[in-house]
């Protein structure tokens, strides 16, 4: 089956550091990968759709200057939290799509959970 | 604006029994809908999904129902067993929208009491 890879899964850093996330998948080629934001008990919210070889789009209030995205190969995407505050504390999870048709689910990473002190 | 509503936050049901997880949604260009089942700690796994044109669509135990007139669709597990226990998560999409982007729901945590 499908395997989407995030690294790392838990990063504690001080506020003013830059912390870069990595998603990957792990057997299949994906176009598009999704960055998506949850907080404690709340649902899963996209904040960004990055496509292979071009900008990535951004959901409305997400700043793209603070969340820096690049999908530089059909197999990875990095996320980037430049300068990180602690309200940029949170659960981060990308997703990757198998194929062009609407009808084949987004697969999911594990996580990387943020916590900036 | 939440398009994609599940109005029960939690919900138990004893091992066996069937659990019935619903969810509602506003936009009617939704054309796809998913179900996602999520642990602690870690990303939503992919459990069944339905197309608009469907009204139901069965895979082993799961079961998603798809009603357009009432915008509603649930999720049918049956019969329930402990490892259920879980946050499913419905997610809605639009064909026309010409990108592939999910709008989910807010979860319903599900506990099956062995």
């Known amino acids: 089956g499908a395997v989407v890879s995030q690294h790392p899964s838990w990063v504690i850093c001080k506020s003013g550091t830059s912390v870069k996330i990595e998603c990957r998948s792990l057997?299949?080629?994906?176009?598009?990968m999704f960055w998506y934001r949850q907080f404690p008990k709340q649902s899963l919210m996209l904040m960004a759709t990055s496509n292979e070889g071009s900008k990535a789009t951004y959901e409305q209030g997400v700043e793209k200057d603070k969340f820096l995205i690049n999908h530089a190969s059909l197999t990875l995407s990095t996320l980037t939290v430049t300068s990180a505050h602690p309200e940029d504390s949170s659960f981060y999870i990308c997703?990757?799509?198998?194929?062009?048709?609407?009808?084949?689910?987004?697969?999911f990473g594990d996580g990387t959970r943020l916590s900036i002190l | 604006d939440q398009q994609v509503k599940q109005n029960s936050p939690s919900l138990s049901v004893q091992e066996g029994r069937i659990s019935i997880l619903n969810c509602d949604y506003t936009?009617?260009?939704?054309?796809?809908f998913l179900w996602y089942k999520k642990y602690p700690a870690e990303g939503p796994t992919f459990l069944i999904s339905i197309s608009s044109i469907k009204d139901k669509n069965e895979d082993g135990r799961f079961t998603v129902f798809l009603n357009k007139s009432a915008k509603h669709l649930s999720l049918h597990i049956v019969p329930s067993q402990p490892g259920d226990s879980a946050v499913y998560f419905c997610?809605?999409?639009?064909?026309?929208?010409?990108?592939?982007?999910?709008?989910f729901g807010t979860g319903t945590r599900l506990k099956v009491l062995a």
């Open positions: 936009n009617s260009m939704f054309d796809y």
């Open positions: 997610a809605a999409s639009s064909r026309t929208s010409g990108t592939y982007k999910y709008i």
């Open positions: 997703s990757a799509k198998r194929g062009q048709t609407l009808n084949q689910p987004q697969h």
């Open positions: 057997d299949f080629q994906a176009t598009t």
